[in-house]
């Protein structure tokens, strides 16, 4: 091993904050519970898991009573309950999103160390922006 570590940041591709509702990152991951928090407090149990595109997902939701009597509902969800989708892994996810929090000079570092051997052969070739897509 050569003592290097990655860390690599969390992509997030919901559109629920996008569409004012409360995002998966306002819900708290309790793993000794293997449950979700919701904002309101109320806990979201581990229902069922399905295989996609070969990775193991966990579904979190709480009973559609507990959501219908929500009051903060209009800002979590459209549906009859909120689910929060939990990846098999996601737990190693979150403890490099939590170690690069604490790492304040990575981007600088890796500015320094990885962009350079790849983007300096692709300068010299003379390709040093995306073609134009409409030409």
């Not at 595109?53 to 979190?60: D, R």
């Not at 309950?81 to 939990?86: A, D, G, P, T």
Request: contains cysteine.
């Amino acid at each position: 091993m050569a003592g290097i570590k990655a860390l690599v940041p969390k992509s997030y591709t919901s559109t629920s904050k996008a569409a004012g509702l409360f995002d998966k990152e306002d819900f708290v991951y309790d793993g000794r519970a293997d449950q979700y928090n919701c904002p309101a407090g109320e806990a979201l149990p581990r229902r069922h898991c399905s295989i996609e595109a070969w990775m193991t997902i966990h579904y979190y939701y709480a009973s559609q009573l507990v959501c219908r009597d929500c009051k903060l509902k209009s800002k979590c969800t459209t549906g009859k309950e909120r689910r929060v989708r939990r990846w098999e892994h996601e737990g190693l996810l979150d403890a490099m999103a939590e170690e690069l929090r604490h790492t304040p000079d990575a981007t600088p570092t890796r500015a320094r160390t990885v962009e350079h051997p790849f983007g300096d052969p692709k300068d010299l070739d003379g390709f040093t922006v995306f073609p134009d897509e409409t030409a």
